[in-house]
């Protein structure tokens, strides 16, 4: 039988992690190698993780859910101690950075959900009138005259 130390004993294995948090095992290694999360190791050189990994977990989640990058949700957390508890006040700071991420997001969809709208579908895809392939018009506003025959 593991001898485990009281603080290691308290300490949730990566199955109790993924079975409480809906994620695979797989993916908690993956969270772990990106610096999401962290673990400790037993004497028997098995992954041990503190409960507030559980929180972590599900703001990972929620995170992905909105389309967040990993990279993002990293730099957020790495402001954090480590092995901090994140507080509610915590989380609401961070969903309110992230949905300025989601606002811009949603804008830059928006702008191009419209230009395909102005795209006819005619499969020119020419640089100089297809909407998509020129958004704003920004050959005209680089100058007038044969631009295009110029650069190609
Ligand atoms: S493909 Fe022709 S206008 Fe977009």
Redesign the pocket.
Known sequence: MEKRSPRIKAMLTPGEVARRSGVAVSALHFYESKGLIKSVRNSGNQRRYSRDVLRYVAIIKIAQRIGIPLSTIGESFGVLPEGHNLSAREWQHLSSQWREELDRRIHTLVALRDQLDG????????RR?????NPGDKLGEEGTGARLLEEE
Do not use: E, Q
């Open positions: 795209c006819i579908g005619c499969g020119c895809l020419s009138d297809c909407p998509l392939r």
